[in-house]
């Protein structure tokens, strides 16, 4: 598994500024801080993903990133949805995202797989909790993987089966089959990156 390219193509900040759908697309969600960006660069083996919008704005984005644009058999959009939904932002923002979020994973038939990262010292907050109730109500098509970050920071056994045992548990609270996995990851050590890219990949062949 490999990014050969990747490269920006837009932010999105309503249904009808979404691209038009590629053969597939990935998406990644977690609060901000979480590890989002280190886990992405990771997994596409860059430094850093280059925002061609720029830093401030990219937050309240949805944004598109182009994969593999010259071999047309491997292509696929990896989205990076904002944490604004989880930020400390007004409560009118906070609602506009949850509608364009429900709405993105209700009609955009061309997404596959939603990554939900949390923050593997924490395990699910509050905002991480509503949505795993938001994606329970989307069974069909869509595959969802629950993703612990910073694992390199629970270096215990005990503590890593403790904060699995924890997620798995919010996951059925909140109406999410207890059979969706959960990978531990780290960006510093590369821990999960291949489980990463087994899932993106089966995903993308569904
Ligand atoms: P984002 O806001 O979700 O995109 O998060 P970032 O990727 O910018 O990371 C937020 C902070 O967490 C930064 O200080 C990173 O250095 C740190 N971080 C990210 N991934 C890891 C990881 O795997 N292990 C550790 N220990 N720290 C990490």
Request: proline share 4%.
């Amino acid at each position: 598994a490999a990014v050969r390219q990747v490269r920006f193509v837009k932010g999105a900040v309503s249904m009808d500024t979404l691209p038009e759908p590629l053969g597939a697309e990935v998406a990644f969600v977690g609060r901000s801080n979480v590890g989002k960006s280190s886990l992405v660069n990771m997994i596409c083996n860059r430094k850093a993903l280059a925002y061609v919008s720029g830093r401030p704005g990219k937050t309240q984005q949805f944004n598109y990133f182009l994969v593999n644009e010259r071999s047309p058999e491997t292509q696929f959009y990896l989205v990076d949805l904002p944490g604004v939904g989880y930020a400390k932002v007004p409560i009118p923002v906070k609602e506009e995202w949850l509608r364009f979020m429900r709405q993105y994973l209700k009609h955009r038939t061309s997404l596959r797989i939603v990554f939900h990262l949390i923050d593997g010292r924490h395990g699910a907050l509050a905002d991480d909790e509503q949505l795993m109730q938001e994606i329970a109500g989307y069974g069909k098509g869509l595959q969802y993987v629950l993703v612990l970050t910073k694992m390199d920071k629970a270096d215990k056994q005990r503590a890593k089966r403790s904060v699995m045992d924890k997620t798995r548990a919010a996951l059925v609270r909140n109406g999410c089959s207890p059979d969706i996995p959960i990978v531990l990851t780290s960006a510093s050590s590369r821990l999960g990156r291949d489980d990463m890219w087994r899932h993106m990949q089966g995903a993308l062949r569904s």
